[in-house]
């Protein structure tokens, strides 16, 4: 009876195969690619609430003004979703809703105009405030700046807490692309 395959001999490979998948999905979610649910509406309109998707691992050393990154709170035990305003060494400071860099003003075309002017019918989108980043700092805020805790809220942070750049959504199918 050549070719039968004895029921210890399908459970080994049965293990191996899991074994090869678990060490494959830990390899991506380190080194490539991290899953990615998006929980409140901080960056509503861009991304929305229970978007899922993938973030970027391997190039999240590269950040740039007004990249979407994913940072990690260690106090709450939860990841966010956030938007790069200010760099290291640089002065933020928001008069009126507007961004200043250093003392230049700074466009955010990134955000829905539309839905900013509804929003500023009885306050100001971004509250008015400045900070200096140290050496290794940026400043996260969330686009939906009334109704998101962000730098503004947990202080600015680290690289190191950056892990990972960039949402590409998966679901729902109909939102599919990068954000």
Do not use: C
Not at 123 to 140: A, Q, R
């Amino acid at each position: 009876m050549k070719g039968k395959i004895s029921w210890k001999e399908e459970l080994i490979d049965f293990g191996k195969t899991l074994l090869f998948s678990l060490a494959a999905v830990f390899l991506m979610t380190t080194f490539i690619a991290k899953p990615v649910r998006v929980n409140g509406d901080s960056m509503y309109p861009q991304i929305k609430h229970n978007q899922v998707g993938f973030s970027m691992v391997f190039n999240k050393n590269n950040i740039e003004r007004f990249d979407v990154v994913v940072v990690y709170i260690e106090e709450t035990d939860k990841y966010l979703v956030k938007r790069v305003i200010g760099l290291p060494h640089e002065t933020i400071r928001y008069t009126d809703s507007k961004l200043y860099v250093n003392d230049v003003l700074v466009e955010e075309n990134f955000l829905d105009r539309e839905y900013v002017f509804s929003q500023m019918q009885n306050m100001n989108f971004t509250s008015d405030f400045e900070i200096h980043l140290g050496e290794d700092e940026v400043y996260l805020l969330g686009d939906n700046r009334p109704y998101s805790r962000d730098s503004r809220y947990y202080g600015p942070f680290s690289k190191d807490e950056i892990v990972s750049k960039g949402l590409f959504v998966l679901f729902p199918f109909d939102e599919i692309g990068v954000k």
